[in-house]
Each structure stands twice: as C-alpha cells, then as structure tokens.
C-alpha cells in the first residue's frame, strides 16, 4: 500500500532521495513470520518507516541532502535505524532533507526542494522537510528525523504532523551525521502524539558509542499518556508572544491554551528573557560545531572527488567547493570566523556565555510551572522561493524553536488547526517545552489535547 502510494506521489513531492522497495518487502515478510510465530518482540514489528537521510543505513545510500555524499553507501547502521530494525520495522526508504540538515523549508538540498503536501507552492519546512511531507501524504505513518535548532517541530508544525525532539542524549546519535553535536538530536515525525511515544520508546536508550548519551533508564512512555491533566500549569512565555508572530496563528495558540483550561489547566505568564538572543547565539554556536565537523569532507577517503585534481590541494578545494552548496559554506565561513583566533572570544565564547543564561532562563522557569506553551512557527507554511536568497529572514524562522535546543530541553509540535490563505488552508502548530527528561510528561500533555 505505502509503497505504490509513493510511487503515485513522490515524484509530486519530492520527499524521498531513496525508496528501498525490495529490501521492504523482505521486512515486511519477516516481520509476518514472527507475528504469525508469537516472536514478535515489539509492538513495532511490522510497521512501515521512513528513515532521514542523515541516519546511516547499512548497504543503502546515505546523502544527507548532498552531493557531497551523493555516492556514500553506508557500511553500517545508526544506533537507531539498528535498534528500530531489531523492533521489527520495514524501511520503505530513505527521506529528503536540506543539505546536512542546514535550511529551514527544505530548499538547500542538492536533490531539489520537497513540496509541502497542503500545497505543492508550499515549503514543508526544515531541515526535515522529505520526512515531514512523506508522512503528512501519508507515505508512511511513521518517519524519523533530526532537531538541531527546530528541524523535526517546525516541520512538523508546517505539515500539520506531531514532532517530538527528546532531550539531548536521550537518543542515542550515533550513525547520525553530525551537523552541531551539542544540539543534534533524534525524534520522530508521526500523526499523534501516542505514536511517538510507541516509536520513542524502541528508539530511546543509552549507546555507549555515543559519548554524550544518557545512562538513564527509558520509562514506558504509554504508561502516563491518559494521566489527567488537571492542575497542570502551563507556563505561556511572554516573549513568544511579542513581535513577528502572525495574528491568525497566535489565535490558534490561544484556543489551543483555552481547551487546555478546560481540561484544568493553569496559565501562568513566565519570561525568558535572554530568549531573544538565541538566534544570534545558535547561529555563532552552530556554525562552529558545522565548520569541525564538516571539515572530514576532504574527497580523500569517502564522498564526492573532483575531476583530474592536479594536486591534493586542489583535490581538496575543488571536492569542496564542488561538493557543498551555498548554504553549508555560507555556515563553514561563518564558523571558522567565529572560532579564529582573535575572534574566539568576542563571538564564540561569548555565545557559550549566553547559551548559559538562556538555559537558566529556562530552569527558572520551570520553577514554577511544569511546561511551557507558545507557537512553533511565527507563520504557516510560506511560498517556494520566498525567503531563499535571503538567510537572516529565513533564521528568523526558527525564533521559538531554538531555546529549547541550545538548553538541550524536550520539545514538541502538534498540530492546533488550520488558517485559510487565499484557496489553500494551511496547519499551524502549538509548541510545547519540558523540563530534561520530562519526555513523559510532554507525550501525556499533547496526548490530552489530541
Ligand atoms: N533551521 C535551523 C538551521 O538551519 C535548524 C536546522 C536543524 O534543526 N537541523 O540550522
């Protein structure tokens, strides 16, 4: 069924760089013989997936959106393509993403932009955007993808879909090319929020092959989804609410928070101040940790080569120069300014220093109230082309989605209705943000609503 569904609609969309037909189909049956033989080991067995194009799959192309890897087959799996497959999955193929997981609407990829499947004029958002659109056009029910500043929330808020980013380390990111290790982050892009928590919980865990993973027991993420939500309170962030943000979305935020009321939950104002800085701060920190790691990209031992180098200078120039597009070099410069000697200090360390009352902010907040709401968007999905040539407009995307990845909090989107523009209407998402590891909490809050 998935599969001739996205034989009629992927060429449409755009949302998958590698379908994986076969391969699926001798999941699909093993997965059959161990239902039918009472050996299935996870309610997952079976299910249909589809895994970003960030995540090492063992045999399979793995391109990260770019040419730069446009000819890498991985010879070995993710943590969590392994752990998913030992769960029983079928991996029908391999999704569409901005290149190395920088953009904001899927248009930095070198295999072309993915169209949002509300409106094919659309963006579904980024860096996700081929996990996002191949889920909402139900290709599958289920994908996988990657937060490093809002790439599964905002996506998932363009495309009307439920996105959940864990807390950093609870996911192990091991086989998962690296974009800014210290806010990288693995989740899941699915209809509801009890998806999530059924795929999370096979997915979540400690690696030892990930030096920043968490050796935190994983809880049963259902076990609390139907929790009453009574007395719950809900911290609205006052400076979510100020400058850029839409009107038509802002008031799908507020009905979402009125239903919220009704089920007996408080709203409490709360502030984050330093939350203004956090553009300016990840878009210092995440250049950097891109221009480290990014910097193994030398044509030498796997990936795009140039033509007839002369020399190995110019092999490593031209593989390059060649092998990246504009916005993964613009993200390189920057962050080698930022971490040269001399400038280290005025940009780089004072960044960290920021990140640091940022993620206080936060922890203030928490304080008093166990999660906060706001929007995940400033707006609805916009037009293909809009903001491309225009990098600072298209940060500014990613306003509300940031914070919670420079303080390494869970996050999620879920859908709160939509907005007519013109003859299309269009989802909006309502963010919601926990304390670390409040994971649980979060699936039982969206869970309410749903
Ligand atoms: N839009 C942000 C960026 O371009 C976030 C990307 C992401 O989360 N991978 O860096």
């Given at each position: 069924h998935f599969l001739g569904r996205i034989e009629r609609l992927n060429p449409a969309l755009n949302a998958l760089i590698t379908v994986t037909g076969e391969q699926a189909l001798a999941q699909a049956q093993r997965a059959d013989e161990l239902l039918a033989a009472g050996e299935a080991t996870s309610v997952l067995a079976g299910l249909p997936l589809i895994h970003k194009d960030i995540f090492c799959t063992d045999g399979v192309l793995t391109t990260c959106g770019s040419r730069m890897l446009s000819n890498f087959v991985a010879p070995y799996d993710a943590t969590i393509v392994e752990r998913l497959s030992q769960a029983g999955v079928v991996m029908l193929g391999k999704a569409n993403m901005d290149e190395f997981a920088m953009g904001s609407s899927n248009e930095t990829s070198w295999y072309g932009p993915v169209k949002n499947p509300w409106d094919l004029k659309k963006v579904p958002g980024g860096s996700s955007g081929g996990s996002a659109a191949a889920v909402a056009a139900r290709l599958a029910p289920v994908a996988t993808a990657t937060d490093t500043g809002g790439s599964i929330r905002q996506p998932a808020a363009l495309t009307g879909l439920t996105g959940f980013k864990p807390t950093y380390g609870r996911v192990s990111r091991y086989g998962m090319i690296a974009f800014a290790s210290s806010l990288d982050q693995a989740g899941t892009l699915t209809y509801t929020a009890k998806d999530a928590a059924m795929v999370l919980r096979d997915m979540a865990g400690f690696d030892p092959?990930?030096?920043?993973?968490?050796?935190t027991p994983v809880p049963d993420y259902l076990a609390e989804l139907d929790q009453p939500l009574t007395g719950l309170k809900i911290g609205l962030v006052k400076e979510f609410f100020e400058?850029?943000?839409e009107e038509s979305t802002a008031n799908l935020i507020r009905e979402a928070l009125r239903v919220y009321e009704r089920m007996g939950a408080k709203l409490i104002e709360v502030s984050?101040?330093?939350?203004?800085?956090s553009v300016p701060t990840y878009y210092v920190v995440a250049p950097a940790e891109c221009s480290s790691n990014l910097s193994r990209f030398d044509g030498v031992r796997f990936g795009y080569r140039c033509e007839n180098p002369k020399n190995l200078e110019d092999m490593y120039k031209r593989s390059r120069g060649e092998g990246f597009g504009a916005e993964v070099k613009r993200r390189i410069m920057t962050g080698t300014y930022v971490l040269s000697a001399g400038y280290y200090d005025a940009y780089y360390l004072r960044a960290q220093k920021v990140r640091r009352l940022i993620t206080d902010d936060f922890a203030r907040a928490f304080q008093q109230v166990d999660v906060l709401m706001g929007p995940t968007s400033p707006t609805p999905a916009f037009d293909i082309?809009?903001?491309?040539?225009?990098p600072i407009t298209m940060y500014l995307n990613d306003i509300y989605t940031i914070g919670a990845n420079l303080a390494g909090l869970p996050a999620m989107s879920v859908p709160c209705g939509k907005v007519t523009m013109g003859d299309t209407s269009l989802p909006v998402g309502l963010q919601i943000i926990g304390p670390h590891f409040a994971e649980a909490k979060l699936l039982n809050v969206a869970h309410g609503y749903q």
């Open positions: 092959r990930d030096s920043t993973s968490v050796d400058g850029g943000l984050l101040p330093n939350l203004p800085l082309g809009a903001k491309v040539d225009d």
